[in-house]
């Protein structure tokens, strides 16, 4: 959640590009790289773009602890989630994989804190009420760190990236679908330099 401010939501279509999406995201500056479970050949492109020097690549929408097996045997190096169930918290946590589970409200929060967890994407950012959502929601988990995904875009990420509770935000604006390398590589300039 460090490396850089912006993480990559990925959804590959086309293996062949794989490779190159990563190149030009990690040429950029954005070497943390969310590959989402939602294409067949999503566990293929993480292999692929293991193969990219610097590239940091980790599965997204691993809902079940099945899905994290297959994304660790992938080589998955960090594993994010839409939400938190007890299943795929204890998995995770068993495999000792960096983990970021989605939370949308206090409850999500205190099951993750229970299982020793206090870093968290904060899902869907701003259909769930945007900055005043999350405000509200960081207060009174002062230990707790953020990750707002969906619907965050290089306009408003300045504005989430001000919070002391967000160390990051994720999107997929960086790596639009039809985009080439090059457009890839400037959208994640733009990012990295947020
Ligand atoms: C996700 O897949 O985690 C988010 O839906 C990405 O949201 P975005 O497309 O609004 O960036």
Not at 28 to 46: C, H, N, S, Y
Not at 109 to 126: E, S, V
Not at 145 to 164: E, I
Request: hydrophobic fraction near 50%; charged fraction near 20%; charge should be negative.
């Amino acid at each position: 959640m460090r490396v850089a401010p912006v993480i990559p939501v990925l959804v590959i279509d086309d293996l062949g590009h794989a490779r190159e999406t990563a190149e030009a995201l990690v040429e950029g500056g954005l070497k943390v790289l969310e590959v989402t479970l939602r294409t067949p050949q999503a566990l293929d492109a993480i292999k692929r773009m293991n193969l990219v020097p610097g590239a940091i690549v980790g599965a997204g929408t691993v809902t079940n602890p099945d899905q994290l097996k297959a994304a660790m045997d992938a080589g998955s190096e960090f594993i994010v989630s839409p939400g938190l169930t007890q299943r795929l918290g204890e998995a995770a946590i068993k495999a000792g994989v960096p983990f970021l589970p989605g939370i949308a409200n206090s409850g999500d929060i205190m099951r993750g804190m229970d299982m020793g967890l206090t870093h968290f994407k904060f899902f869907p950012a701003m259909a769930n009420g945007g900055i005043p959502a999350l405000k509200a929601l960081a207060a009174p988990f002062y230990q707790c760190k953020f990750c707002p995904t969906g619907g965050v875009s290089l306009q408003n990420a300045p504005d989430w990236l001000a919070l002391d509770p967000v160390l990051c935000v994720g999107g997929s604006w960086v790596a639009p679908k039809g985009a080439s390398p090059e457009e890839i590589a400037k959208l994640a300039r733009e990012a990295a330099a947020l």
